[in-house]
Every structure is written in structure tokens, then in C-alpha cells.
């Protein structure tokens, strides 16, 4: 699944108990399960709760921080690529905006972002995992 992360804050190893379920090239451990006694605690560390507007308040919030990591050369580039964001918020069929901001339907439609979270759920209340 694709999901946006917005920020350079990464997890690089569990505790005891911990169990890794997503990764991908740039963070080790994106989603993990936790046991700790009868405790369960699922984590990740993208954002599938956020909008695109949300995403692009963000990241403008965090042009610094973005111009730091050599993702953009000035605040004006961040200002536009959230414009851009929010443009698609606005029409999720701009094909020719998701393309320029590299993003596909499973960050563009918030049903699929968050589908992994429903996921969960469902499988708790089957009884697949084990809730506290």
C-alpha cells in the first residue's frame, strides 16, 4: 500500500515482542505490531488519516525542513507543490496533477488510504488478531 509520510522521524528497530508488517526503501519498519503482556498496539508511520489538504498544509508548514532535505530549493517551490496538492484534492480525476506530484489512487482516493485501517478493525472484531 502506498500512504503519504511527512516527516524524517524513522523507527529502526522493535522492542521485544515487536513484530515489523510494512517496510519499503526509505523506513525499515513502517507498520509493527507490539505485544507487551496482553497489550496489542498496531503503529505506522505514514499518515493514511490525512487528506490531501491536510498534506499540503503540512508540508508548507514544513518548508524548511523540506528545502533542508534538498526536496525543494525555496519556499516558493513548497508553496506551489501544496497548491498543487490541494488542486487535487479538489478534483481527484486530474490525472496530469497526481502524475506531476508522482501520486497514484491509493494516496489520491482516502478510502484507499484508509482501507488498511478498516482492515485491521475487521480483522480484530473476526477474531484474526488478538485485541487487549
Known amino acids: 500500500m502506498t500512504a503519504p509520510a511527512?516527516?524524517?522521524s524513522v523507527v529502526?528497530?522493535?522492542?521485544?515482542?515487536?513484530v515489523s508488517?510494512?517496510?519499503?526503501?526509505?523506513?525499515?519498519?513502517?507498520?509493527?505490531?507490539?505485544?507487551?503482556?496482553q497489550d496489542v498496539f498496531w503503529g505506522v508511520q505514514y499518515h493514511p488519516e490525512l487528506s490531501l489538504g491536510e498534506i499540503a498544509a503540512s508540508t508548507a508548514h514544513?518548508?524548511?525542513?523540506?528545502?533542508?532535505?534538498?526536496?525543494a530549493r525555496d519556499k516558493s517551490e513548497v508553496g506551489?507543490?501544496?497548491?498543487?496538492?490541494?488542486?487535487?484534492?479538489?478534483?481527484?480525476?486530474?490525472?496530469?496533477?497526481?502524475?506531476?506530484l508522482g501520486l497514484n489512487a491509493e494516496i489520491i482516493r482516502f478510502e484507499r488510504r484508509t482501507l488498511e485501517i478498516e482492515n485491521f478493525l475487521?480483522?480484530?472484531?473476526?477474531?484474526?488478531?488478538?485485541?487487549?
Open 80 to 100: 506551489a507543490i501544496a497548491a498543487r496538492m490541494r488542486e487535487l484534492e479538489l478534483m481527484p480525476t486530474r490525472k496530469d496533477i497526481a502524475w506531476q
Open 6 to 8: 511527512m516527516h524524517s
Open 21 to 37: 508488517l510494512a517496510k519499503n526503501p526509505d523506513t525499515p519498519i513502517e507498520a509493527a505490531e507490539i505485544c507487551h503482556g
Open 122 to 132: 475487521k480483522a480484530i472484531e473476526a477474531g484474526v488478531l488478538r485485541s487487549s
Open 12 to 18: 529502526t528497530r522493535l522492542p521485544q515482542g515487536g
Open 62 to 71: 514544513q518548508a524548511n525542513d523540506v528545502i533542508d532535505q534538498g526536496l
